[in-house]
């Protein structure tokens, strides 16, 4: 005991220097005075009278400390400002007083004894550093506790917050803690108080990617430096390898988000954000906490831990999936009575739909649009067989540069036909693209008659007559690539042929009809700057 008070004595000596200047009320003096003889008994009346407070249960030895905390009450209160300073005062307030406010923490005998009656504190804004303050949580009657603005770190006491049964108000935002890892404990936290009460916090996810890799694919055939092939190939095993990633790089975790976060995105799923509707699906379009853009494939219903674990897995597919014309999945929900697909809208201008029926843009940028297409189906067979994809013009999405951006993928075990069918795919997106006709709204057979017709007329010869009205006046190098893409176009459609073109046979084709076009030099001169970028990126990272 007599240790114990020699060091607090010494302890509040220091402190009293550090603080004498801007603490000008005597509390260290009071502190370090002995309780006056009358202090047992004083105690036993206020505890026959409220037998609640703290204090009452504790035993005789501890009564230095109870004295020194209902000094520190005192001034405590006044300190708050509370209106009428005696044993039950209602809030603590130490916001934005930096020098006060690590003081009275550091009187845990205070905490110890905190007042019942207290029913709000608030520390924000004073640069507390360490860890979570935990003591402060002793104050279990709390309804609001502000800890915003400060500079804490480490775990968030949740188990705690628990306890906390009256905690209605909590701000956490601006403090630099350690993420929540149990996602459990994420969705407690949102479900309870705001996801405006840990902004910035550090403990809920920040959906910033740990890396972004330019993907470095080359597919044009052209002549590539040997160092930049190199290179290339590094990038590429890099994009191609998730595993040689360090884990620090493949947080998975980040690609988690809760119906929560997904309202607040979207406005609580409002009609303003809605963009499609089906049977099973809504798509809104939202934006994240950070700002992100983003489209979000909602699903509601009833998910047994099965069929959201598949989900899952295939969602952690898509997530890994990183090529510059498909669009980023970003991540997904899980809950189980809500499944969505988040992802990246920040680059989409438009659909190659609405760009094509709206502007009626010109020859080269449709065939750049094609050939990144093509690019995309490409990485998708070679590195990721099993997804699929909806092609058409209205799920390719197009950047403000007219960069396609494949979307609405589809997870599965690859089938045996599984080219043929996006052969046929990209025949028919090819032959919309030269047309500006809708296989599914211009012809009353759809697909199949929308085909056929072009079929008929090429073979009569009359080939101009099929392209885009609003591309009459073409230079003659454009029509010639045109037909070749017209013949392209038809080879991929030919259902009843048994000889499909491969994808990479098309793409042959492809590189072929542009070699000689205008915009592939210009892709080329842009590809050529993208890797000499992406490589220093990718040294960067190696
Ligand atoms: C003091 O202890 C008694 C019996 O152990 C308990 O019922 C009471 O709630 C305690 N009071 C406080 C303030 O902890
Ligand atoms: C203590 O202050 C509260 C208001 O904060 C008041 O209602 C109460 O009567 C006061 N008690 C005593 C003993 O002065
Ligand atoms: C935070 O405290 C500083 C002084 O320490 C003050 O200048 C600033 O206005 C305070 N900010 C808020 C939001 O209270
Ligand atoms: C919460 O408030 C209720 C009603 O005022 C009270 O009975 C209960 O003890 C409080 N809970 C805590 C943990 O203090
Ligand atoms: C804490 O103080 C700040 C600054 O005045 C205020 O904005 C905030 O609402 C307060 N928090 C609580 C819980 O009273
Ligand atoms: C959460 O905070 C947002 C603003 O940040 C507010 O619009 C919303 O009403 C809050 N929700 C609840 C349940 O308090
Ligand atoms: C928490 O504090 C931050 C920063 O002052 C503020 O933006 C946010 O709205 C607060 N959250 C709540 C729930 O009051």
């Not at 402060?136 to 500079?151: G, P, R, T």
């Not at 996602?183 to 740990?210: A, C, Q, T, W």
């Not at 998910?303 to 890994?320: H, I, K, P, Q």
């Not at 012809?443 to 101009?464: A, D, P, T």
Request: proline share 4%; charged share 20%; with cysteine.
């Amino acid at each position: 005991m007599a240790l114990t008070i020699s060091k607090t004595a010494i302890i509040l000596t220091i402190l009293a220097s550090i603080i004498s200047s801007s603490l000008s009320s005597p509390i260290i003096d009071e502190l370090n005075q002995p309780p006056p003889p009358d202090f047992s008994s004083t105690l036993s009346a206020n505890c026959l009278r409220d037998p609640s407070l703290r204090y009452c249960n504790s035993t005789t030895s501890d009564l230095l400390n109870i004295f020194k905390s209902t000094i520190v009450s005192k001034h405590l209160c006044i300190a708050s400002q509370n209106p009428n300073c005696n044993l039950s005062f209602s809030f603590i307030n130490l916001h934005s007083t930096p020098t006060l406010a690590p003081l009275y923490l550091s009187f845990s005998f205070f905490w110890k004894y905190c007042p019942t009656s207290i029913l709000s504190i608030n520390l924000s804004n004073n640069s507390l550093k360490g860890p979570f303050p935990s003591h402060v949580l002793q104050c279990m009657q709390i309804h609001a506790l502000d800890l915003s603005h400060n500079a804490l770190s480490g775990h968030a006491p949740l188990e705690a917050f628990k306890l906390l049964t009256n905690l209605s108000f909590l701000n956490l935002s601006y403090n630099h803690f350690s993420e929540i890892t149990d996602e459990k404990d994420e969705y407690f936290l949102i479900k309870r108080f705001n996801s405006s009460s840990f902004i910035h916090s550090g403990l809920l996810l920040s959906h910033h990617h740990g890396f972004k890799v330019t993907t470095s694919i080359f597919l044009l055939v052209g002549v590539l430096v040997f160092a930049v092939s190199v290179v290339g190939f590094l990038g590429r095993l890099f994009v191609r390898r998730p595993d040689y990633l360090p884990s620090i790089l493949r947080r998975r975790r980040h690609n988690k988000y809760t119906p929560a976060m997904l309202k607040a995105a979207t406005g609580g799923f409002s009609d303003d954000n809605l963009v499609e509707k089906s049977e099973r699906w809504e798509i809104y379009r939202g934006r994240l906490r950070d700002g992100t853009e983003v489209g979000i494939r909602v699903q509601r219903g009833r998910f047994s831990r099965v069929s959201r674990n598949a989900f899952v897995e295939e969602c952690r597919v898509l997530a890994m999936m990183e090529h510059e014309n498909l669009v980023k999945v970003l991540g997904w929900c899980d809950n189980r009575d809500l499944i969505a697909v988040v992802s990246d809208q920040r680059t989409s201008v438009c659909s190659v739909e609405e760009w094509l029926v709206g502007s009626s843009p010109p020859w080269n940028h449709r065939l750049k649009v094609c050939i990144g297409v093509m690019q995309g189906l490409r990485y998708l067979q070679q590195q990721w067989p099993q997804v699929g994809c909806d092609l058409r013009t209205s799920n390719v999405m197009l950047s403000q540069e007219l960069n396609p951006l494949i979307s609405k993928f589809r997870v599965g075990t690859k089938q045996n036909n599984a080219e043929a069918k996006i052969v046929y795919k990209f025949g028919l997106f090819l032959l919309e693209m030269i047309t500006n006709k809708n296989p599914r709204e211009d012809f009353g057979g759809g697909e199949e008659e929308f085909v056929g017709w072009i079929n008929k007329v090429y073979n009569h010869g009359h080939s101009r007559t099929l392209i885009d009205e609003k591309l009459r006046v073409i230079s003659s190098q454009a029509y010639e690539e045109m037909k070749r893409a017209l013949s392209i176009g038809l080879a991929c459609t030919a259902v009843k042929s048994d000889s499909l073109p491969t994808i990479d046979e098309i793409f042959l084709m492809f590189s072929r009809i542009s070699a000689s076009s205008q915009v592939v030099h210009k892709i080329h001169a842009e590809r050529k700057k993208e890797l000499s970028k992406s490589s220093h990126h990718g040294l960067h990272i190696l």
